[in-house]
């Protein structure tokens, strides 16, 4: 399984950026995708899941900015950020799992975002 991120950059504060990730080698419909972030010296933390019937969940500190979503025809799932703050600066990740798994074992390589104030 491969996970490949985009869409990453530089914004200002208040502004708006969508990262997507294609994924190959998995049968893409069946498997709950989520993104984490990882801030400098901070540890990975999850930021938005969608399971393979579209229920979604965020962190809260990212509720009624972020939406997650996903196409099963492209085989991409994608996190519209808006209203960005500095502290929402990271390197962002895709991550997936089947639907009944408790883990995620697969990871994109991340792409950055930085949000300026």
């Known amino acids: 399984v491969q996970l490949v991120e985009s869409g990453g950059g530089m914004v200002q504060a208040g502004g708006s950026l969508r990262v997507s990730c294609v994924a190959s080698g998995t049968i893409f419909s069946i498997n709950t995708m989520a993104w984490y972030r990882q801030a400098p010296g901070k540890q990975r933390v999850l930021v938005a899941r969608i399971t393979s019937g579209d229920d979604t969940n965020y962190a809260d500190s990212v509720k009624g900015r972020f939406t997650i979503s996903r196409d099963n025809a492209k085989n991409t799932v994608y996190l519209q950020m808006n209203s960005l703050k500095p502290e929402d600066t990271a390197v962002y990740y895709c991550?997936?799992?089947?639907?009944?798994?408790?883990?995620?074992?697969?990871w994109g390589q991340g792409t950055q975002v930085t949000v300026s104030s």
């Open positions: 991550a997936a799992r089947r639907d009944y798994e408790s883990s995620f074992r697969y």
